[in-house]
């Protein structure tokens, strides 16, 4: 497994950027996938973005498709969450997860294998 540990939540206003980012460690291979998944109290984790470590290619949930941006740093071990526009329903708990093997559905969170403690994400006036 990979250790995980996400920084850079916090409180922001409607229509304001933040970016949280989440720094891999104790696992010499690259995963195959990361992404960014964010919970509210009472609700399942959802799916936010995705990004595989080889090639690059991201994957995003419709409700922030064109506002958020997912990033990867491969030689540092970093992921990144740009998310400009922000909402209020765009708060929550963010969580940084890896899948160290190949998946079929990189926006399942069965999928991943390694996850951090979260940040937590507050948009309001």
């Known amino acids: 497994q990979v250790h995980l540990v996400e920084s850079g939540g916090g409180l922001a206003q409607p229509g304001n950027s933040l970016r949280v980012s989440c720094a891999a460690s104790?696992?010499?291979?690259?995963?195959?996938?990361m992404s960014w998944f964010r919970q509210t109290p009472g609700k399942e984790r959802d799916f936010v973005a995705a990004i595989t470590w080889r090639d690059g290619t991201t994957s995003y949930s419709d409700s922030v498709k064109g506002r958020f941006t997912i990033s990867r740093d491969s030689a540092n071990k970093m992921v990144y969450l740009q998310m400009n526009s922000l909402k209020s329903e765009d708060t929550g708990v963010y969580y940084c997860?890896?899948?160290?093997?190949?998946?079929?559905?990189?926006?399942?969170?069965?999928?991943?294998?390694?996850w951090g403690r979260g940040t937590q994400v507050t948009v309001s006036s």
């Open positions: 104790g696992r010499t291979s690259s995963p195959f996938a």
């Open positions: 997860a890896a899948a160290s093997l190949s998946v079929l559905r990189v926006t399942l969170a069965r999928s991943y294998d390694s």
